[in-house]
Protein backbone atom coordinates (compact mmCIF):
# COMPACT_ATOMS: atom_id res chain seq x y z
CA UNK A 1 0.00 0.00 0.00
CA UNK A 2 1.39 3.57 -0.86
CA UNK A 3 0.65 6.23 1.30
CA UNK A 4 0.88 9.88 -0.01
CA UNK A 5 1.26 12.99 2.46
CA UNK A 6 1.90 16.77 0.74
CA UNK A 7 3.13 19.34 2.25
CA UNK A 8 5.05 22.88 1.38
CA UNK A 9 1.72 24.40 0.11
CA UNK A 10 0.89 27.93 1.55
CA UNK A 11 -0.13 32.05 1.34
CA UNK A 12 2.18 33.90 -1.37
CA UNK A 13 2.22 36.39 -2.98
CA UNK A 14 1.98 36.94 -6.71
CA UNK A 15 5.80 36.09 -8.44
CA UNK A 16 7.03 34.22 -5.45
CA UNK A 17 7.73 30.75 -5.11
CA UNK A 18 6.87 27.58 -4.02
CA UNK A 19 8.37 24.24 -3.80
CA UNK A 20 5.55 21.41 -2.84
CA UNK A 21 6.85 18.03 -1.47
CA UNK A 22 5.21 14.28 -1.06
CA UNK A 23 6.29 12.14 0.77
CA UNK A 24 5.95 8.36 0.04
CA UNK A 25 5.51 4.89 0.72
CA UNK A 26 6.26 2.24 -0.95
CA UNK A 27 8.54 -0.71 -1.41
CA UNK A 28 10.13 0.43 -5.45
CA UNK A 29 9.08 3.98 -5.13
CA UNK A 30 11.73 4.93 -7.91
CA UNK A 31 9.66 3.34 -10.33
CA UNK A 32 6.35 4.70 -9.45
CA UNK A 33 4.91 7.34 -11.78
CA UNK A 34 4.11 10.51 -10.14
CA UNK A 35 1.64 13.00 -11.11
CA UNK A 36 0.66 16.18 -9.46
CA UNK A 37 -2.66 17.67 -10.12
CA UNK A 38 -4.80 20.79 -8.72
CA UNK A 39 -8.28 21.62 -8.17
CA UNK A 40 -9.95 24.65 -7.22
CA UNK A 41 -13.68 24.47 -5.41
CA UNK A 42 -16.55 23.66 -8.22
CA UNK A 43 -14.17 22.51 -10.93
CA UNK A 44 -12.48 19.21 -11.77
CA UNK A 45 -9.18 18.34 -10.82
CA UNK A 46 -6.81 19.39 -13.36
CA UNK A 47 -3.65 17.35 -14.23
CA UNK A 48 -0.07 19.71 -13.80
CA UNK A 49 2.78 17.53 -14.27
CA UNK A 50 4.14 14.20 -14.28
CA UNK A 51 7.39 12.29 -13.89
CA UNK A 52 7.49 8.79 -15.41
CA UNK A 53 10.64 6.15 -14.42
CA UNK A 54 12.53 4.81 -18.48
CA UNK A 55 14.92 2.83 -16.55
CA UNK A 56 18.25 3.31 -14.66
CA UNK A 57 18.09 6.80 -13.51
CA UNK A 58 16.15 8.32 -16.46
CA UNK A 59 13.08 9.78 -15.87
CA UNK A 60 10.47 11.36 -18.52
CA UNK A 61 8.85 14.78 -17.51
CA UNK A 62 5.63 16.94 -19.08
CA UNK A 63 3.55 19.21 -17.72
CA UNK A 64 0.36 20.77 -19.21
CA UNK A 65 0.95 23.50 -21.07
CA UNK A 66 -0.32 26.35 -19.09
CA UNK A 67 2.63 25.73 -16.70
CA UNK A 68 5.21 24.92 -19.01
CA UNK A 69 8.00 27.03 -17.97
CA UNK A 70 7.23 27.56 -14.82
CA UNK A 71 6.66 24.26 -12.75
CA UNK A 72 9.48 21.89 -12.65
CA UNK A 73 8.39 18.29 -11.13
CA UNK A 74 11.56 16.11 -9.70
CA UNK A 75 11.87 13.29 -7.03
CA UNK A 76 14.37 12.33 -4.71
CA UNK A 77 14.19 8.56 -5.11
CA UNK A 78 16.72 8.62 -1.53
CA UNK A 79 13.81 10.16 0.38
CA UNK A 80 10.72 8.95 -1.10
CA UNK A 81 9.83 12.15 -2.20
CA UNK A 82 8.37 13.86 -4.89
CA UNK A 83 8.56 17.66 -6.10
CA UNK A 84 6.74 20.34 -7.57
CA UNK A 85 8.83 23.41 -7.71
CA UNK A 86 6.38 26.25 -8.44
CA UNK A 87 8.19 29.66 -9.91
CA UNK A 88 6.10 33.14 -10.78
CA UNK A 89 2.98 32.34 -8.92
CA UNK A 90 0.04 33.79 -10.36
CA UNK A 91 -3.35 34.09 -8.68
CA UNK A 92 -4.81 31.69 -10.82
CA UNK A 93 -2.33 29.14 -9.33
CA UNK A 94 -4.93 29.04 -6.10
CA UNK A 95 -5.81 25.70 -5.62
CA UNK A 96 -5.47 22.39 -3.78
CA UNK A 97 -2.72 20.67 -5.23
CA UNK A 98 -2.58 17.04 -4.93
CA UNK A 99 -0.06 14.03 -5.19
CA UNK A 100 -0.81 11.03 -7.22
CA UNK A 101 1.22 7.61 -7.61
CA UNK A 102 0.91 4.80 -9.89
CA UNK A 103 3.35 1.15 -10.03
CA UNK A 104 2.55 1.40 -13.91
CA UNK A 105 5.73 2.19 -15.56
CA UNK A 106 4.94 3.69 -18.93
CA UNK A 107 7.61 4.89 -20.18
CA UNK A 108 6.91 8.00 -22.51
CA UNK A 109 3.43 7.66 -22.75
CA UNK A 110 2.04 10.51 -20.22
CA UNK A 111 -0.42 9.49 -17.56
CA UNK A 112 -2.47 12.98 -17.13
CA UNK A 113 -5.68 11.61 -16.19
CA UNK A 114 -7.21 11.13 -12.65
CA UNK A 115 -7.84 7.30 -13.45
CA UNK A 116 -4.36 6.98 -13.92
CA UNK A 117 -3.30 6.28 -10.88
CA UNK A 118 -4.23 4.47 -7.87
CA UNK A 119 -3.12 5.92 -5.07
CA UNK A 120 -3.83 10.19 -3.87
CA UNK A 121 -2.48 12.21 -1.06
CA UNK A 122 -5.27 14.48 0.91
CA UNK A 123 -3.61 17.55 -0.58
CA UNK A 124 -1.99 20.88 0.28
CA UNK A 125 -3.33 24.21 -0.34
CA UNK A 126 -1.51 27.43 -2.50
CA UNK A 127 -3.02 30.65 -2.49
CA UNK A 128 -1.62 32.90 -3.96
CA UNK A 129 -2.39 37.19 -3.77
CA UNK A 130 -2.43 39.86 -6.18
Known amino acids: QVQLVESGGGLVQAGDSLRLSCAASGPTFSRYTMGWFRQVPGKEREFVAGINWMGTDTYYRYYVNSVKGRFTIARDNAKNTPYLQINSLKPEDTALYYC????????????????????WGQGTRVTVSS
Open 100 to 119: AATAIATGSRERARENDYDY
